[in-house]
């Protein structure tokens, strides 16, 4: 963790939602409630379940209760008959957004670059690596809380920046926004959000922890204006995505001729800036792809170099992480130019086919700033375990993107909801089960291979 993280203060209250577990559990009185007279009170199954909310609707994420979902599962099936309406399998929920998608939304979201090897790469990372448990060693009470650069985290997870949400579910982002939030995690909203970051950062609500994503414009005024908005409505940690200068080639997309930035889908925080707006001829309604034209013109600057971070610092007050950092030299030059962080990250194999996977990447940097700048994961996460694996080779933070995407696809906000809790639940099974407390007892040593 950066040493200088507490520099930044903590927001409000980050916390998880409230522990308080309600009086009676409401679907216990469901007609296809079974005998079961010893567990068939509310009591009897807050005992069980760690004090989890019961009632199949207000799915409250408590780090009291991470790995209490798995009873309350148990449980429901036990009195009700019922089972998750969505797969507990992280991996396996793909398959279920696919069949909620279009082949082009789906396209988009699971799609990366070239022919995939990077993607395949980032996955196969994470599965050569093999946790090996420790025995007998006092597990019964965890804490997976984490703060980095100031922000407090009831577990080492945040929601990757992921554009374009709308495509995914019409809720987009509001309902990413509004599930961290009850999760207590940082999402980090992404430059190209289909909602505006002012409507995202409403839905999130008082006390969530608000990260922002830049892709940085070519356009200086555009940049200062998105950097003030984004303070403004409260983000506080300035997340600057370094490896998508350029699109890379996805023939996913390109097969199908799809970008949905053409179609204004993923361009709001655009479309509402004044400074963007300034720029324009004709309002946007009377001149369309001119409006598209122009952001396609600012999107990104690929002779953007070292130096230019000094401009982002004198306009941003809060910590700048670099998001896309795979080389140790890169790393240490973050820190050299000021930085706070860094995300080790391949931008989940959607840009460079054949990039070295995230995880094999990871080791390198952290030996060269680790304890200097955070060092935040992302690329191929999808499961408790495999954020287990990042944390052990060293990471601050684990970011996920694709897996939560899927959730939203899969069931809206209460599938991201879903999401969260079978990740975190599984993470502090398997934290507890290789026999570990807390994330910084997790160091190289647990993993073979
Ligand atoms: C854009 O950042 C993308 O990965 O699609």
Known sequence: MAADAERWRAPSSAGASSPDAPQAAPWLATSHNRQAPETNSPRALRRITGNSILDGKDRTVSPESYSSFQNEIYLQGLLTEQVPELTTDLQALEDTARQALSPSAYGYVAGGAGGGATVRANREALDRRRVVPRMLRDVGTRDLSRTVLGTRMPAPVALAPVGVLSIVHPDGELAVARA??????????????????????????????????????????????????????????????????????????????????????????????????????????????????HWADMFADPTKTWQDLAFIREHWSGPIVLKGVLHADD????????????????????????????????????????????????????????????????????????????????????????VLRCLLAELDLTVALSGHRSPDELGPDLLAG
């Open 180 to 293: 961290a939030a009850k999760a207590g995690l940082p999402m980090v909203l992404s430059t190209a959000s289909s909602y505006t970051l002012e409507e995202v950062a409403e839905a999130s609500g008082e006390g969530s922890s608000r990260w922002f994503q830049l892709y940085w414009p070519k356009d200086r005024e555009v940049t200062v204006s998105m950097l003030q908005r984004a303070e403004a409505a409260g983000y506080h940690t300035l997340v600057i995505t370094l490896d998508t200068w350029l699109l890379g080639w996805r023939p996913t997309d390109l097969d199908r001729a799809y970008l949905p930035f053409l179609q204004r889908t993923g361009i709001a925080n655009y479309l509402s800036d004044p400074a963007f707006l300034a720029g324009l001829d004709k309002p946007v309604e009377e001149d369309p792809l001119a409006a598209v034209a």
């Open 331 to 418: 790393a240490r030059r973050a820190r050299d130019e000021g930085m706070d962080g860094i995300v080790v990250s391949n931008h989940g194999g959607r840009q460079v086919d054949g990039a070295v996977a995230a995880l094999d990447a990871l080791p390198e940097v952290v030996d060269a700033v680790g304890g200097e700048l955070a060092v935040l994961f992302d690329s191929g996460v999808r499961t408790g375990a495999d954020v287990v694996k990042a944390l052990a080779l060293g990471a601050d933070s684990v970011l996920i993107g694709r897996t939560y995407a899927y959730g939203l696809a899969s069931g809206g906000e209460e599938g991201v909801t879903h």
